[in-house]
């Protein structure tokens, strides 16, 4: 086992959970075990809590300029780790050292964002009447949780914790139970940067832990990142417990590509975008929709995917199982009647033969009723699907149950603007593969791919963590009343 087991991080101290279950943390690059992970119980996280809301009088009453002086200083301890946090993030999580330098860049930028802070959330001031003001403020909410997914160990957690926190929040972090590494040295760092002890704390668990988080009394807001799945049963149970809840869900997004679509750019935006983490990314291109005649494109882009060779330019999936689950559904498109242009099944890479990799596939003339067309594959996989006209194309897509994100590869303006009205997802990308907004614009999809109101990242996200408090004010200069009396 290379690292000593993890604990959970409370009252900015490392500490053992009460609970004797734990699970191994094995990293998907070669399968050896990395450590081990506690399965904390409901007492670990009443102890978090405790500790979170004792800080809060302290830490909501720190003036917002002070508060994020910790966070320029967190964001040069980032840039200083760099290169330990990245190799964190790829031994545990799989995906490539460049891609995981391209994560933490990400937490950085992320953290900028939140340095911002002052300067967007200034109230607003009115005179009403005469003598009398109107002022609204945004206050902290309290102890509030954050509950994360395996595919970005270091930037899902750097969503919300530089932002909640910096509006005056404390917070409890739950990462994944895959995962668990580049969240204890975020915590380290935080501490480095000043920010006082209980702020942040961590507990590591898995379900129990999570239904602990929603029905805990003293915890205000819960933010998940995951399957949509869990995001129903978190987002019901935290909100039938009273609680504000923004639970981001799962994935299947579609890329749409003209005939008149640049043939090289496209390719190589598509192949990447599908490729890219090993395809475990909730922004990754899952499907694509040939409109017309693309051929000579599927032909680059199958080019463009031979190019991308396990084990050097493609990471790992997380587990075995994930494997499993993506060489089925290849093996039952071919059944339906698909065609495999380019098969990363039965994938092995010398000298990491325990490692969990999958070629980049492309799976052309997918029905839209196959189980690939449909389904979120998570994996380095894109179904093509062929339809003669954008209207098609938009049906398709439309009739998708999930909303993250949708793209369109074309050098006609009028096109892209139809497809950006009619699609049915909260980022729409023109010519780019993976529509990510960048701070300050703020990430969040739509239909089943988000359940809650705004969104995580950027403006947006003052919403969810802060409360309005509206004053009326009017001084009352005649009634000379003595208030030191
Ligand atoms: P997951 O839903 O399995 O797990 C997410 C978190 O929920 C983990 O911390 C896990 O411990 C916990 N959890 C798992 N099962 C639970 C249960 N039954 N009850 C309570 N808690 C439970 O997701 P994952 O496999 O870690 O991550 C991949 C998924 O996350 C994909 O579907 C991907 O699209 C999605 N994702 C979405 C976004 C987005 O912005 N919409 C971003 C990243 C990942």
């Known amino acids: 086992m290379k690292y000593k087991p993890v604990q959970n991080y409370i009252k900015g101290e490392f500490t053992n959970s009460s609970s004797t ?21 409901a007492t670990d996280l ?11 009088p302290h830490w909501s009453k720190t003036p917002i300029k002070e508060r994020v002086q910790v966070f320029f200083r967190y964001k040069y301890l ?11 993030c790829s031994e545990e999580n799989g995906k490539t050292i460049g891609e995981s330098i391209a994560e933490i860049e990400k937490c950085i930028e992320l953290t900028e964002f939140a340095t911002s802070l002052p300067q967007l959330v200034t109230g607003e ?7 009398v003001e109107c002022r609204t403020e945004h206050v902290p909410l309290g102890v509030v949780a954050s509950i994360v997914p395996f595919n970005f160990p270091a930037m899902v957690p750097c969503w919300t ?48 832990i999570v239904e ?34 923004l639970a981001l869900g799962g994935a299947k997004n579609h890329l749409m590509v003209l005939p008149d679509a640049i043939p090289g750019m496209t390719a190589q935006n ?7 983490c ?29 190019k991308i060779i396990p084990g050097k330019n493609l990471g790992a999936v997380i587990n075995k199982e994930s494997k499993e689950r993506i060489e089925k559904y290849i093996t039952e498109a071919e059944k339906d009647g698909a065609k495999i242009l380019v098969d990363g099944r039965n994938t092995k890479v010398e000298g990491k033969e325990n490692g969990t990799y999958v070629g980049p596939t492309v799976i052309d003339y997918v029905k839209p009723e196959m189980s690939v067309a449909k389904e979120e594959i998570f994996g380095p996989v894109i179904s093509i699907m062929r339809t003669n006209t954008v209207d098609e194309a938009l049906a398709i897509e439309n009739a998708n149950p999930y909303g993250n994100a949708a793209s369109v590869f074309t050098q006609n303006g009028g096109a892209a603007r139809y497809i950006i009205d009619h699609a049915s997802a909260g980022m729409i990308g023109v010519n780019v593969g993976v529509p990510v907004p960048r701070e300050p614009f703020s990430f969040g999809g739509w239909n089943e791919s988000k359940f809650g109101v705004g969104d995580i990242t950027g403006k947006s996200s003052i919403e969810f963590w802060t409360k309005l408090k509206k004053s009326t004010i009017k001084w009352n200069a005649e009634a000379g009343v003595n208030w030191m009396s």
């Open 78 to 88: 980032l840039e200083k780790n760099l290169q330990e946090l990245a190799e964190l």
């Open 46 to 56: 009443d102890e978090a809590v405790r500790a979170a809301k004792a800080v809060f």
């Open 278 to 306: 090993a395809g475990q990314r909730c922004m990754a291109a899952s499907a694509m929709i040939a409109v017309g005649n693309v051929d000579s494109i599927i032909d680059k882009i199958c080019d463009e995917a031979r």
């Open 212 to 245: 602990a988080i929603c029905d805990h009394p003293d915890i205000q807001a819960v933010s998940f990142v995951g399957s949509t799945k869990v995001a129903k049963i978190i987002y019901q149970r935290a909100t039938s417990n009273y609680k504000r809840c």
């Open 125 to 131: 001031i009115l005179e009403v009447s005469r003598g």
């Open 161 to 208: 914790l530089p932002n909640a926190i910096a509006l005056g929040n404390c917070m409890i972090m739950k990462p994944s139970e895959k995962v668990p590494l580049c969240v204890g040295k975020l915590a380290e760092l935080l501490k480095e940067a000043g920010l006082p002890d209980g702020v942040f704390n961590v507990v590591h668990g898995d379900v129990e």
């Open 270 to 276: 598509v192949a990447a975008s599908m490729s890219g």
């Open 21 to 41: 279950r734990k699970l191994d943390v094995i990293s998907p690059l070669d399968g050896n075990k990395l450590s081990e992970v506690p399965m904390s119980s």
